[in-house]
């Protein structure tokens, strides 16, 4: 079974208006959730992370994502895009009861920003 | 402070050989992780170590892949006869501890693999 799922492969957005990359997840416990960012060429980078505190977590380059326990969701968001988030996406779950101490990766999702 | 180095960072061999991938994690941290990232695809775990031991080689592709960590610190991913099928970007990652909930993984740029 697909633990965790990015609904979009690619997703498409002009600068200043809102981005939308969605993600669910399956876990049978209590499952840490975060997305990284993966640049050309660059290496994976942490953007933010739910570990059951606050449920609307906030990162960096004013990126957020809201835990949804009941949807199984962790969409993660931002009001206005730059073209310098055009990126690659990552949502990952980590949940040692099942899944050990690897984190799981969703398959992507491909942000390009438009001038 | 430095971050997880991996080298060299573009390797190309040809069907059959043997290579040999190095990770350098953040000083102090404990847990190494290395993870396979095929094309158009996900980051998938191979295998991680607490200190000097293998904790969990479950993804571990077959017997051709073998990772040491002989005293704690750099880990070294070796592939036997390699296959075209290997071709991908492995990736390192570090954490002070075991990573599970509160923790986070940190990685470095990848060594981006081609068999010919």
């Known amino acids: 079974a697909q633990s965790v799922t990015q609904l979009d492969s690619h997703v498409s957005v002009s600068e200043g208006t809102p981005v939308l990359l969605r993600c669910n997840y399956s876990?049978?416990?209590?499952?840490?959730l975060f997305w990284y960012v993966q640049h050309p060429n660059k290496g994976l980078q942490l953007l933010l992370k739910?570990?059951?505190?606050?449920?609307l977590v906030k990162g960096i380059n004013g990126f957020e994502a809201e835990f949804k326990k009941s949807e199984t969701s962790f969409h993660l968001t931002k009001p206005s895009a730059h073209m310098s988030d055009a990126a690659e996406y990552f949502c990952v779950v980590s949940d040692p009861e099942e899944y050990g101490n690897k984190l799981v990766f969703g398959a992507g999702t491909i942000l390009r920003v438009k001038s | 402070g430095a971050g997880v180095s991996q080298t060299p960072s573009n390797k190309v061999t040809e069907k059959g050989k043997y290579v040999e991938l190095r990770c350098d994690p953040i000083?102090?941290?404990?847990?190494l992780y290395w993870y396979r990232q095929s094309l158009g695809q996900g980051p998938e775990f191979l295998i991680y170590?607490?200190?000097?031991?293998?904790?969990?080689d479950s993804g571990l592709p077959n017997d051709r892949f073998f990772a040491v960590r002989p005293e704690g610190s750099v880990s070294t991913l070796k592939i036997q006869r390699t296959e075209r099928g290997d071709s991908a970007v492995y990736l390192c990652?570090?954490?002070?501890?075991?990573?599970?909930?509160?923790?986070?993984?940190?990685f470095g740029p990848g060594t981006r693999l081609t068999v010919l």
């Open positions: 876990s049978s416990y209590s499952p840490s």
């Open positions: 990652a570090s954490s002070p501890t075991l990573a599970g909930r509160n923790n986070e993984q940190f």
């Open positions: 000083s102090g941290h404990t847990a």
């Open positions: 170590f607490q200190g000097t031991g293998a904790a969990d």
């Open positions: 739910y570990t059951s505190a606050a449920t």
